[in-house]
């Protein structure tokens, strides 16, 4: 019994799942999770976290006991330490989520889009001789093989784009 193939006008994620590029079932239900989470947090600490912090804040973990928070700078996670208790006590007392929460922990994560040397970096790594060989030598998986030939037919309608898609996986 093979899958029904999504028309041209559905949605990319059907596109891609249908191609078998979808994400595996916990890790999208993880990433919901985790979302939802956030935009609770966000809400519930609006009033007590500064905006610059509150905008890069996201949740990387939960447990029913402890909260795992990304912040993008030194100074946010000493600031979310030093107020521990009492964003704690907040989320608490004002939410069924975190009813039973006893630590939050706090990781500063780089956002790599923001970070300079990490640009230097990866632009200094594109110059390197035997990474682009590596890179000439990799052929095409199946799965991403499917995946462009699905967006080349189903959802783009450029010709050029369509043919270069096209092209790129025959090579």
Known sequence: MSKKQPNRLAQLIDHQA????????TLAKNMRLYIEATSEIKELLVDCLPEEILNTCWVVGLTPEQLILSVSSMTAANHIRYLHSSYLQILTEQSITFKQLKQIRVVVTKNSTDNYSSKQSSASLLHLPNSRKANENQALSQ???RTISQAAEHV?????????????INH
Do not use: H, I, M, R
């Open 143 to 145: 799965n991403t093989k």
């Open 156 to 168: 783009t309608t450029d010709e050029n784009l369509k043919k270069a898609l096209l092209s790129l």
């Open 18 to 25: 249908f191609a078998g590029s979808a994400l595996p079932q």
